[in-house]
């Protein structure tokens, strides 16, 4: 079931990816809360879709091989993204509105629960834990 779970978030992740890279005007204007962020920056956008992509391929691989270092890899910059969105956030004063539900459930949710994930495979052969 923890590797389902992780490939699930991987491939969430890597259509996210996907569509960050090759539609990236169509993430920018139909994800909440983006363009409250700034105006469109292609290569921002597209910077962002590779390191999601990347995020993919280590959940992936970790969930595949059972390697919760890899997995953990994956997770870590969902996971410091989605500090970063807490503090968005909160610099918007709490709001409980679209954007704040997009941010639980599609940042937060998936990040946070791929680092648990990953700390439930086997660790790598030949690691000391």
């Not at 960050?20 to 921002?44: D, K, Q, R, S």
Request: some cysteine.
């Amino acid at each position: 079931m923890v590797r389902t779970l992780l490939g699930l978030i991987a491939l969430i992740y890597g259509v996210n990816a996907f569509i960050m890279f090759f539609i990236p005007l169509f993430w920018y204007e139909t994800t909440p809360g983006v363009a409250m962020m700034g105006p469109f920056n292609l290569h921002f956008v597209r910077d962002i879709g590779l390191v999601f992509l990347a995020a993919a391929g280590a959940l992936a691989w970790g969930a595949w091989k059972e390697n919760a270092a890899v997995a953990i890899a994956g997770a870590a910059w969902p996971c410091l993204h989605g500090l970063f969105h807490i503090q968005i956030w909160t610099t918007r004063g709490f709001p409980l509105d679209e954007v704040a539900a997009v941010n639980l459930l599609g940042i937060q949710a998936p990040a946070w629960a791929a680092l648990y994930l990953a700390t439930r495979l086997a660790p790598a052969k030949g690691v000391n834990t």
